[in-house]
């Protein structure tokens, strides 16, 4: 790893996350010859997140095979990335960015990918010892220390991390409880039946849940977490607390600069701002998604790839406009969750497989158009719900219907009269 | 130090020194060989990995879990009998040699 920066560059990437690192590969795949420059602040090569919260909590993925690119491959592909060095300020009419440690660089484009951070907790309690986030690689060192002292967890925010984070820790056999200010877990993004089925293998593996709950604090008298005091009188104890209550976009740097910002730095279809020569990528950008019928922010591996693409491929010549089918996944325990498609605003929901199994998937219409499945444990309809959702005319309810829900045979375009 | 050797899809070979311990998907990755995306990391997800192994060496793979059968069963190229995810392949010193395949296309 190091700190290489060129005075001036032909492409500068801020961030060296998934989306920034993507954008650099696919433009050398695209036979971009110019020089690339990279700036990332955390002192690290690019490396894969999704495993923190997962694999790498419970030792089976290991530091070393989170690392995306090796430096020698960078090396090889003329790939320059300044890493450990934040950017402080983008001059856009010199088309330059300013480093914290006083140096800069020169672009004729610049990619933003500076990706999301954790919301903190702003409530009482924050500094206490023993609460944690979980984004990045250090967070993931922190937390794995505290969780192997600790006996008793609670997890503030029933999302994704939260989730799987409340799945490792009782798999540690810790005491967990996991508090949500919703109904439901994994509310926004998830259908109530899929909520309701984490909800059950979560208590069945021992997880406690407070839903509708209000935290009224973080509590420890002497600078150490004791426990989390909710609102009605409840405080349950604790000596490690992840906050698990969502992302923001890292935009402030496009903001300073004078470019709009609206949950992320908005972007056009072709991922560009309103200067021509800045584009902003991944996490931290808001983007029309076709599969949204309107703007959105997305945290995801998928989304930061696919945008990568694009935008290299556009910087290349080859402008194209982003409609990449959102997917997603999260393992909690032994569960796998696959995501295709978004089902916001889902009025219809046909269910495949076996949920006493845990093995099964439920397809989402809207307006008698199929629009998302969600799978357990079912890697295989996940990957014909992408194929299905990416066909120029996914198929109606009827027709998905006339064809048994059978996914393969709707993957093949196959339609059967209704 | 296991080496292994990538076939494209009209059989030109690019042949890498890989760790033993790695997965197949990662060192392929890692050495940029081109055809094998593995978006998902290794967590079974993606299906971006898929090779066909030389039947050469099916002895000393490990087997298909339920998981990635599935998975095989819907991937971007055609699924064979010598079809696997490299994620799930980890590479040992008795897989030296080893040859595979990378489909025409994975997504």
């Not at chain 1, 020089?35 to 694999?55: C, F, H, N």
């Not at chain 1, 064809?403 to 059967?416: C, I, Q, Y």
């Not at chain 2, 898929?50 to 002895?59: E, N, S």
């Not at chain 2, 590479?91 to 040699?97: K, N, S, W, Y």
């Amino acid at each position: 790893m190091t700190q290489s920066l060129a005075p001036q560059a032909d492409v500068v990437i801020l961030g060296a996350g998934q989306a920034g690192l993507q954008a650099a590969l696919s433009l050398r795949e695209e036979g971009f010859a110019g020089t690339i420059q990279m700036i990332g602040d955390e002192a690290v090569l690019p490396y894969q997140r999704p495993p923190l919260s997962k694999g790498f909590l419970l030792g089976a993925v290991t530091e070393d095979a989170l690392v995306l690119r090796p430096q020698a491959m960078l090396d090889k592909t003329d790939i320059r990335l300044a890493a450990g060095v934040a950017a402080t300020r983008i001059e856009r009419a010199a088309r330059r960015v300013h480093l914290a440690d006083g140096r800069s660089c020169g672009y004729e484009h610049l990619v933003i990918a500076t990706g999301s951070r954790v919301r903190s907790w702003t409530g009482q309690g924050g500094e206490l010892a023993g609460v944690a986030t979980l984004r990045t690689l250090a967070d993931a060192r922190a937390l794995g220390a505290l969780l192997e002292a600790a006996g008793d967890v609670v997890v503030i925010g029933a999302g994704f991390i939260g989730l799987e984070f409340a799945a490792v820790a009782a798999k540690r056999g810790k005491q967990v409880h996991v508090v949500e200010a919703a109904d439901r877990v994994m509310a926004r993004a998830v259908t109530p039946a899929i909520s309701a089925f984490f909800r059950e293998r979560h208590e069945i593996a021992g997880v406690q849940f407070r839903f509708g709950a209000a935290v009224e604090g973080i509590v420890g008298p002497a600078g150490r977490v004791t426990g989390v005091a909710l609102a009605g009188g409840e405080t349950l104890p604790a000596d490690l607390v992840l906050v698990g209550i969502g992302g923001i976009a890292n935009a402030e740097i496009a903001a300073e600069a004078g470019l709009a910002v609206d949950n992320g730095i908005v972007v056009d279809a072709l991922l560009q701002t309103a200067d021509p020569a800045v584009s902003a990528i991944g996490d931290c950008c808001n983007h029309p998604n076709p599969f949204a019928g309107g703007r959105m922010r997305l945290e995801s591996v998928q989304n930061a790839i696919d945008q990568g693409r694009v935008v290299a491929a556009r910087i290349a010549g080859k402008p194209q406009p982003y409609h990449a089918v959102p997917w997603f996944w999260s393992d909690q325990g032994d569960l796998k969750l696959q995501m295709a498609g978004l089902t916001t605003g889902f009025d219809a929901q046909v269910a495949i497989g076996d949920r006493d199994a845990a093995r099964f998937s439920l397809i989402a219409f809207r307006a008698g158009q199929l629009i998302g499945v969600e799978s357990v444990n079912r890697p295989g309809d996940n990957m014909l719900a992408r194929r299905i959702l990416a066909l120029p005319a996914p198929p109606t309810y009827g027709e998905a219907e006339a064809a048994g829900f059978d996914l393969k045979a709707l993957a093949a375009g196959v339609k059967v009269q209704a | 130090m296991p080496r292994v050797t990538f076939l494209d899809p009209r059989g030109r070979p690019a042949t890498i020194d890989a760790a033993a311990g790695v997965s197949l998907m990662l060192a392929a990755v890692r050495a940029q060989v081109p055809g094998v995306l593995g978006e998902c990391g290794g967590s079974l997800a993606c299906a971006t990995c898929h090779v066909y192994v030389d039947p050469a060496f099916a002895a000393g793979l490990p087997p298909v879990s339920p998981a990635e059968d599935e998975m095989l069963d819907a991937t971007a190229s055609e699924r064979r009998a010598t079809s696997r995810l490299s994620c799930q392949i980890v590479l040992t010193d008795a897989l030296d040699g080893l040859v595979v395949t990378v489909p025409d296309a994975q997504i």
